[in-house]
Each structure stands twice: as C-alpha cells, then as structure tokens.
C-alpha cells in the first residue's frame, strides 16, 4: 500500500520484477545459463520471462480495479484447472472439490469495480497457468539448475516490463523509503516465493502441485489472523 501510493500499478510491477532480477543476477549469474543453453532452453526460457512480466503486470492492474480477494479467486482458477486435468482418483477430487471451495469462501469474492479490472484479472489467470506449465519444464533437472533458469527468466521479465513500468515507478527512485519499500516487495513476492516453487516443482508432479497451490488463499487467511490479529 506504501508503494501504491505514490507509484502506479505498472509501476509496482516494475520494482517487483527488477528487484528479483537484481537479486537473482547478484546471486546466480543467470545469464550464463541463458547464454550456454541450446535454442529449445532458451525458448522455454524467453516464453517463461515474458510470462512472468506479463503475469505481474496484469496483476496489480487488476487489484487497482477490482477488489483483492476476487482477483485471487480467479487467478486460482488456473491452478485448480490444473489439478482438476490431473485428479485421478476419488480422493484427489475430494481434496481438490474442498480446496476450490475453501479458497472461494476465504476470498471473500465481490462482483464490483470496474469491467477492465476483470479483463486484467482472467489474464493474469492465463498466465499463471503458463507459469505453473513452464516452470515445470525449467525444474526437471531439479537443485540449483531449476532456479539458474529461474533467475535467466527473470531477466527477460525484466526487459518485458521495463518498456511499460518503468515511467510509473520514477517517482519513487528518489525517495529511500519507497525504494526498500519496492526492494522488498520484489523479494518477498517474487524471490522467495519463485524459488520455492522451483524446489517444490523439482520434487512434485505438475496436478499435485497445482492442488497445493489453490491452499494457498487458506495459508494467506493463516497469516492475516497471526500478523493483522
């Protein structure tokens, strides 16, 4: 909220992005992975970057749109599609029928604001189902090899969203609180969320990890009660 105040959601986006790939080059020197990839990689990795940027990007379009709780009822659809076209057994659709409705009550989903932001949120949807599909093609080798690719990727995230986030993210540059303040949002939504999805995605397949995923609005519930009380 401290950076929506002063930024705008493009601009948001922007710090997330660049914030994640300044760690992860700092960290990995991803782009030596990019480099020595065969050209069937580095695809996987340019779609994977350019599904990150745009995934971000509609995002906070939506929630400046609509509210918080509907944009993450839908942007769980995906996730739940996944898991449903991977649900083999009775007990995976059981668990999958009270993961969809759990995250529907706990999001608290309200059809109000404005038409575009529904547009933003269903494509934000679309996106993070390529983003659970490509990420799985990255993390086969599993360990550090998954989260090299990670990091090449966010590097193309970046030179996707500079061209329209940038401008929106200017008037923070100047301003030390908000700049940690963007510093920080990119490690705690992209860093450390994207590598823990590389070592879950290593070790899982794609329908269970999908299933874990839509837990997701309950574990947030969790952590508004113990932070927010």
């Known amino acids: 909220m401290l950076l929506f105040s002063s930024v ?25 992975v990019f480099v020595s990839a065969p050209w069937s990689q580095r695809r996987i990795l340019l779609a994977l970057g350019i599904v ?15 509210p918080l709780g509907t944009v993450g009822a839908i942007e769980f659809l995906g996730p739940i599609t996944l898991a449903a076209l991977g649900a083999r057994t009775p007990r995976n659709i059981v668990a999958l029928l009270l993961a969809a409705g759990g995250g529907w009550l706990l999001t ?30 990255i993390a086969q080798d599993g360990g550090a090899a998954g989260i090299d690719r990670l990091g090449a990727a966010m590097l193309v995230a970046l030179v996707t969203i ?11 540059m100047a301003q030390p609180l908000l700049l940690l303040a963007g510093i920080g949002v990119g490690i705690c939504s ?16 794609r329908a269970t990890f999908a299933l874990l995923l839509s837990l997701l609005p309950a574990s947030a519930a969790l952590i508004g009660i113990l932070v927010l009380r």
Not at 10 to 28: D, T
Not at 52 to 66: E, H, K, T, V
């Open 8 to 32: 705008t959601a493009l601009g948001v986006a922007w710090f997330r992005i660049a914030s994640a790939a300044v760690v992860f080059a700092l960290w990995r020197r991803p782009w030596r």
């Open 52 to 66: 990150l940027g745009l995934m971000n990007a509609c995002f906070y379009l939506a929630i400046s749109r609509i």
């Open 108 to 137: 608290d989903v309200r059809f109000s604001g404005q038409p575009l932001g529904f547009v933003f949120a269903f494509a934000n949807c679309a996106f993070f189902m390529l983003y659970v599909v490509l990420g799985h093609r």
């Open 162 to 172: 500079t061209p329209i986030g940038i401008t929106g993210a200017l008037p923070a």
């Open 190 to 205: 992209s860093v450390i969320p994207y590598v823990s999805d590389q070592l879950a995605m290593a070790r899982l397949p």
